[in-house]
């Protein structure tokens, strides 16, 4: 006979927004970026979303923050566990992943569901929290933050210079659709040390002007509307450093490239207006 555990997950496995974490993980790892516990999403969802699967006034554990945020009192959020692979996330949902709700006061969140066995939430949450702070308040549709350890890209910050224009101009040249993905360019913060709050704030004052942020030899930040928002980001950014990557150490050179003003005619026909500190 099936514990009543059992059964509840059961049915928490058929909320869409589940089916949505546990294939983006599987994706990423097969993509071979999120390589042991590398990577981490956190999915802002609604009580409408929510109430369906789980019952919102049963609370599990609740885990104190060393970091207030009162922005996102009462929010609900499906996030990546702490030192969890996204390889197994698909197998184990309920021990990989966790609903959780910001309390009233912002100094604490809620655990709903999931994260068996006294698992936490990603090591990264301050970036993932101070991150969605910043982007609600530019789009009151965004919903996604996620971190992953993107091959190319982490290469091409050994390789290219880490000035934020330059490093945004090459990306752009690379395949013509970047332009109209991340017209904003990117931001690049200094190398520092992962999982803190000082980490977390300056990833979310680049945020504030830009929807990718590259964290040099570790790896990319998106903040997205949807899922495949921000995945879409990141897979536009990493293709066009694996193309850099192959152009750049082919024996032969770059023989031509995307001119600057073939970059503004893709601006101009889609539409978009590419960051003017960029051009
Ligand atoms: O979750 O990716 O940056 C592990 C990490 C930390
Ligand atoms: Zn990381």
New binding site residues.
């Given amino acids: 006979m099936k514990i009543l555990q059992e059964v509840e997950n059961e049915h928490v496995l058929m909320a869409p927004f589940v089916k949505e974490m546990m294939d983006t993980t599987y994706n990423m790892w097969k993509f071979g970026w999120d390589e042991r516990?590398?990577?981490?999403i956190s999915y802002l969802l609604t009580e409408e979303e929510i109430a369906p699967f789980i019952d919102t006034h049963r609370v599990l554990r609740t885990i104190p923050l060393d970091f207030p945020v009162t922005e996102l009192a009462n929010k609900y959020f499906i996030v990546t566990g702490s030192g969890k692979y996204f390889k197994n996330v698909i197998e184990k949902p309920e021990d990989c992943l966790g609903i959780i709700r910001v309390n009233a006061d912002g100094n604490s969140i809620d655990l709903l569901w999931g994260l068996e066995k006294d698992a936490k939430p990603?090591?990264?949450l301050a970036s993932h929290f101070m991150s969605h702070i910043i982007r609600l308040k530019k789009d009151p549709k965004h919903r996604v933050i996620m971190?992953t350890?993107t091959t190319n890209v982490i290469a091409m910050t050994f390789t290219h210079e880490l000035d934020e224009k330059a490093f945004t101009k090459t990306l752009w040249r690379m395949c013509t659709e970047c332009i109209v993905v991340f017209p904003e360019g990117v931001g690049i913060l200094p190398w520092m040390v992962?999982?803190t709050d000082l980490i977390g704030k300056e990833t979310a004052k680049k945020m504030n002007e830009h929807r990718l942020v590259v964290w040099p030899h570790?790896?990319i930040f998106s903040a997205g509307e949807s899922i495949d928002d921000a995945f879409g980001l990141i897979e536009t950014a990493e293709k066009a450093a694996q193309v850099y990557m192959l152009v750049s150490s082919h024996q032969g050179g770059m023989k031509q490239a995307i001119t600057d003003q073939q970059l503004l005619d893709l601006a101009n026909v889609f539409g978009v207006t590419p960051a003017e500190k960029y051009m």
């Avoid at 516990?37 to 981490?40: D, I, P």
């Fill in positions: 516990n590398g990577g981490n990603t090591s990264e971190h350890h992962p999982g570790h790896g």
